[in-house]
């Protein structure tokens, strides 16, 4: 069965950098995009974009680009996201779903969630 | 960017009744719109794609319409289980972008 499991939570003190891994199992990895969805607390969900896992070409929505990398290593079928020069306001779960263009481009799949937390 | 409006953004209902949600599109998006459910403290749950493609798996009381700007999600006899709140996204261009959300609150 497909699963997208995403590491533990991070608690990072401003201006560091964080990591968040989602690996993805039960389906051919590069048949899909990865995208990356943000939700601050108590907020809705906001589209950070997508990663095509075939070709590694990133899309970036506005407001995450620069400090914001998507990532593959399709040799582990995991997508990672790094945040660097974090700030308060990147407190938030951030959740891996996989994109499928068969389906209107949905996303079909999703991690658990992992969340960041930015304090001094 | 496409704006996606949702409403209400939140409404009270009872065990068994309906409901229905609107999303509005600030163009047209065609039949690319989306819904999720989100459970507190729970990833989206994809209901319905392409406007009114059920998801398998997903109850039959869950229903989608609509096309161009304009959509809507029903929900009849509601169930404890679908007290949550329900998300929109539109999937025609990027960003793809949701709707601020409605939660779905027992009266």
């Known amino acids: 069965q497909v699963q997208l499991v995403q590491s533990g939570s991070e608690l990072k003190k401003p201006g560091a950098s964080v990591e968040v891994s989602c690996k993805a199992s039960g389906y051919t990895f590069t048949d899909y995009v990865l995208n990356w969805v943000r939700q601050a607390p108590g907020q809705g969900l906001q589209w950070m974009g997508w990663?095509?896992?075939?070709?590694?070409?990133?899309i970036y929505a506005q407001g995450f680009t620069g400090r914001f990398v998507f990532s593959l290593d399709t040799s582990v079928t995991t997508a990672y996201l790094q945040i660097s020069s974090l700030k308060a306001e990147d407190s938030a779960v951030y959740y891996c779903?996989?994109?499928?263009?068969?389906?209107?481009?949905?996303?079909?799949?999703w991690g658990q969630g992992t969340l960041v937390t930015v304090s001094s | 960017d496409i704006q996606m409006t949702q409403s209400p953004s939140s409404l009270s209902a009872s065990v068994g009744d309906g409901v229905t949600i609107t999303c509005r599109a600030s163009q047209s998006i065609s039949g690319y719109l989306n819904w999720y459910q989100q459970i507190p403290g729970k990833a989206p749950k994809l209901l319905i794609y392409a406007a009114s493609s059920l998801r398998s798996g997903v109850p039959l009381r869950f229903s989608g319409s609509g096309s161009g700007t304009d959509f809507t999600l029903t929900i009849n006899s509601l169930q404890p289980e679908d007290f949550a709140t329900y998300y929109c996204q539109q999937s025609y261009s990027t960003p793809l972008t949701f709707g601020g959300g409605t939660k779905v609150e027992i009266k």
């Open positions: 990663i095509n896992a075939k070709t590694g070409n990133p």
């Open positions: 779903a996989r994109g499928n263009a068969d389906n209107f481009h949905s996303s079909d799949y």
